[in-house]
């Protein structure tokens, strides 16, 4: 795998979902990402530091050039516990846990993000405005309601499924309520 087109098809991505999302500084964003899937491997199977972190350093830097905060999904072994800065953590209230990932327990891009973030932190739930999923991984939970799905125009990235979510705010009033817009 050649780390220049993974980077620029990955930007694009998240340039699709950004645009769609339309997120304000100091908006959350959650990656969650299976590098196994990337290389075509089962889920959790065959972990790439070097594929993590070619992840992580580019949402980072396109998100930090829009104030967005990266969050990073850890797997299922850490009950999908997430990276995130501790002043993000501690801006937002989230309650900040105890563990460090690995490669089997967390993940490539989870270990990365200790890597790249200033003053990384373990949290066990966020509300996010949006998110991309590589590889299937299940996002969803830290999305806040109501969830959209975006579906960027590239469909993979290595061998692995993407999929996103950008969340709008709940439509109530029924029949008779006018909106601003319309999702």
């Known amino acids: 795998m050649e780390k220049t ?3 620029t098809d990955l930007t694009q991505m998240v340039n699709e979902i ?20 990337i290389l075509g491997k089962k889920i959790g199977k065959y972990p790439s530091q070097e594929i993590g972190e070619w992840v992580v350093e580019t949402l ?31 801006k937002n209230n989230w309650e900040i846990v105890e563990v460090l990932p690995s490669l089997t327990a967390g993940g ?24 991309i999923d590589i590889g299937d991984t299940a996002i969803g939970m830290h999305i806040k309601h109501v969830q959209v799905p975006v579906r960027p125009t590239k469909k993979e990235l290595g061998a692995a499924h993407v999929t996103a979510l950008r969340s709008r705010p709940k439509y109530i009033g029924g029949p008779r309520a006018a909106y601003q817009s319309e999702g």
């Not at 645009?19 to 899937?37: D, Y």
């Not at 396109?62 to 501790?86: F, K, S, T």
């Not at 270990?111 to 996010?128: L, Q, S």
């Open 108 to 131: 490539a891009c989870s270990v990365a993000a200790f890597k790249y973030f200033k003053d990384p932190v373990e949290v066990e739930a966020i509300v996010a405005q949006a998110g």
């Open 60 to 90: 980072n830097n396109r998100l930090e050039h829009d104030g967005i905060h990266l969050a990073v999904q850890g797997c299922e072994h850490l009950n999908r516990a997430l990276v995130v800065e501790r002043q993000v953590a501690e």
């Open 18 to 37: 950004l645009t769609e999302a339309q997120l304000k500084p100091g908006n959350t964003f959650v990656l969650g990402c299976s590098t196994s899937e």
């Open 5 to 7: 087109s993974f980077v």
